[in-house]
């Protein structure tokens, strides 16, 4: 009888630890905490200027106006952002591709679409106050599609890309925290790959 009582609690003890400590995501999604040397009114300023200057509507690089009306080649020569290799249908990268749903108080919303089959991932990014001058932001991207699960990174770069381009990772004291088991594919990021 104790035999069977002990296998039982080491059955279930293992059967724990292999279902609930592995916390790898069970689809496409990125969590990213940043650390930024700037106040929270800063930082959402910037962001929010980079969501809009990347709308979706807007024009890509190489000229790829209307990126959901538009194929074809680019009306002005282009090469991928970090390479030689020039762009020949737009769009032409990934950093137009945004879409601004909501801003309300310490939190921002919206979206991001793959370049090639325009697969919609949502964005956010909740900004935590430190002091006047530094702010702790939370950003999570997520594919919509429940069955996503390889991003190649996509996630990870969806949020990236915003903070560069609004200025923020180039900042002095600027971190980020994140790992394979919060962020799907860490390993294999090329935010430059389009």
Not at 5 to 29: G, I, Q
Not at 103 to 131: C, M, R
Request: net charge negative; aromatic share 10%; proline share 4%.
């Amino acid at each position: 009888m104790v035999f069977s009582n002990n296998f039982v609690w080491l059955s279930v003890c293992m059967f724990v630890s292999v279902c609930c400590v592995t916390a790898y995501p069970d689809h496409a999604e990125c969590k990213v905490d940043y650390n930024i040397p700037v106040g929270c009114d800063q930082v959402k300023a910037r962001l929010l200027q980079q969501i809009n200057e990347w709308d979706r509507g807007s024009s890509c690089p190489g000229d790829c106006h209307l990126i959901t009306e538009r194929r074809g080649a680019p009306l002005v020569e282009n090469k991928y952002e970090g390479s030689n290799r020039t762009c020949t249908a737009c769009p032409c990268g990934q950093k137009c591709l945004y879409q601004l749903k909501s801003s309300q108080f310490n939190i921002i919303k919206g979206s991001h679409f793959t370049p090639v089959a325009k697969y919609e991932d949502e964005i956010s990014f909740k900004l935590n106050p430190v002091s006047e001058t530094s702010c702790r932001v939370n950003g999570f991207s997520t594919a919509t599609l429940s069955y996503a699960y390889y991003d190649f990174g996509t996630n990870y770069c969806n949020l990236r890309n915003l903070v560069d381009g609004a200025g923020l990772s180039v900042l002095q004291g600027y971190s980020e925290e994140t790992n394979e088991n919060i962020c799907m594919q860490l390993d294999q990021i090329n935010c430059a790959k389009y």
